[in-house]
């Protein structure tokens, strides 16, 4: 079973690289894929170009042998639409269980995604759930994904796709926006993310003003 858990990881930090382990031991797969976005539909572009961030994921795995990186978006032009994405992952994979990692935060918008009806044809949803976030009691998300979700994550072994699981996670409410404003106004953003990560930004004196 493969599974992918996509951001722009501007910067990475603790709040990425627990929950992505979170998945990888719940799920009981030899690796989850951390997936560096080029060009973000949904949001507005990183701060950082797509070969810094690249080189702060290099350094914030390294050692850690279950997670590794993906960074066929990187080498995608433009807009990093998931939907790609998992199109080329599937003709890679053939019937391998393919599984999306994602917050429940970017569950609850994921009907404005880029053709976001294929997805569910294309992988299984992994919602990481934080003990504060809930499942969307109503609304499309709920009337479409509630009837695919499934409670053991062996289920997800069982077929390609179009299944829904929620794993709970570790709860780190780190924000890259905080870090961000914390390195911009020249503060200490120790114990946040990992020290190599952070002692390449402040070398590299990135994010300041």
């Excluded at 990425?16 to 997936?35: M, N, S, T």
């Excluded at 060009?39 to 080189?55: E, M, N």
């Excluded at 890679?92 to 999306?100: A, D, I, N, V």
Aim: net charge neutral; proline share 6%.
């Amino acid at each position: 079973m493969i599974c992918i858990f996509g951001g722009t990881f501007d910067p990475v930090h603790f709040g990425h690289l627990r929950p992505a382990l979170d998945v990888q031991q719940a799920l009981g797969i030899e690796q989850v894929h951390l997936l560096p976005c080029r060009v973000p539909a949904h949001r507005q572009t990183p701060q950082l170009g797509a070969q810094q961030r690249l080189a702060l994921l290099e350094l914030a795995i390294a050692g850690e042998t279950g997670l590794d990186i993906d960074a066929r978006e990187l080498r995608r032009d433009g807009p990093s639409y998931m939907v790609d994405t998992l199109t080329s992952l599937r003709q890679e994979h053939g019937e391998r269980p393919l599984c999306l990692a994602l917050g429940m935060d970017a569950l609850a918008g994921l009907d404005r995604w880029h053709r976001w009806e294929e997805i569910l044809t294309l992988c299984h949803l992994v919602v990481m759930q934080r003990p504060e976030t809930h499942w969307p009691r109503d609304g499309l998300i709920a009337e479409r994904l509630g009837p695919l979700r499934v409670v053991e994550p062996e289920a997800l072994r069982r077929r390609a796709a179009g299944a829904v699981l929620t794993l709970p996670v570790t709860q780190l409410s780190i924000s890259a926006t905080h870090i961000r404003r914390l390195l911009a106004d020249g503060r200490s953003a120790r114990y946040l993310l990992p020290t190599a990560v952070l002692e390449r930004i402040k070398q590299e004196n990135w994010y300041a003003h």
